[in-house]
């Protein structure tokens, strides 16, 4: 019963450098979405997915990409690594955007130096 | 999506219920209230949701006011795992559209032995 799995869960990346956070459910649902959280703050999304093959962008995309290619799987790229993007980055999913509860994954935390 | 406005902490002894409001004046008819809870460095929990009357589940109950304009969530018997960052969103029911749930700064609910 795995539900949504973030890897890595810590990584510390240099200015500039390039990596991807991997998020992957089981669950069957449709939509999936990125957030960050910054220390003591509330969490902000960065992209969102409704299906295979469609991506949109949240409150806060600069510096990210997304692709899903497939129903269970939503990477997220960080091309240029820059300090304003140590964060803790949540995976979530749900069946459809009405009405449903979202499940989360267990972060993955960023630092960036 | 309406604000909602919670208070930044509270204490509750353990044993004893919690009551967690939360203000959403500007709600307007088609929107739910959400409740999602975050235990330290862990990804968000659902907890409930309604629209309308009041809600209950085998973690929590849900009261809306007649108005809708606030609510609250009990927790019938705190427990010391319960000590978490709690928030209270609204959301539209949306028809098709991804609507992403949009956190606030939450309510920090500590449960003292």
């Known amino acids: 019963n795995a539900g949504v799995t973030q890897t890595p869960k810590f990584r510390i990346l240099k200015i500039g450098q390039s990596m991807t956070l991997q998020c992957t459910q089981d669950m069957n649902h449709n939509y999936m979405y990125w957030y960050r959280q910054d220390p003591g703050m509330g969490l902000k999304l960065i992209y969102y997915?409704?299906?295979?093959?469609?991506?949109d962008k949240g409150e806060v995309p600069n510096g990210y990409n997304v692709s899903r290619s497939t129903t269970e799987d939503f990477p997220l790229r960080l091309e240029l690594a820059a300090p304003s993007q140590t964060s803790v980055y949540f995976c979530?999913?749900?069946?459809?955007?009405?009405?449903?509860?979202?499940?989360f994954g267990q972060g993955t935390r960023l630092t960036v130096v | 999506d309406a604000k909602t406005t919670q208070p930044p902490s509270m204490d509750c002894a353990e044993g004893r219920a919690a009551n967690l409001p939360c203000n959403h004046s500007t709600i307007s008819g088609n929107e739910y209230v959400y409740w999602y809870r975050q235990i330290h460095s862990q990804g968000p929990q659902y907890i409930i949701h309604g629209l309308k009357n009041n809600e209950t589940n085998e973690m929590a109950s849900l009261i809306i006011t007649e108005d809708r304009k606030s609510s609250t969530l009990i927790l019938p018997h705190a427990t010391l795992r319960d000590t978490a960052v709690y928030y209270c969103?609204?959301?539209?029911?949306?028809?098709?559209?991804?609507?992403?749930?949009?956190f606030g700064s939450g309510t920090q609910l500590t449960v003292l032995p």
């Open positions: 969103i609204v959301r539209v029911r949306s028809s098709g559209s991804a609507r992403q749930l949009t």
């Open positions: 979530a999913s749900s069946y459809s955007g009405e009405n449903t509860e979202a499940f």
């Open positions: 997915s409704v299906g295979a093959g469609i991506t």
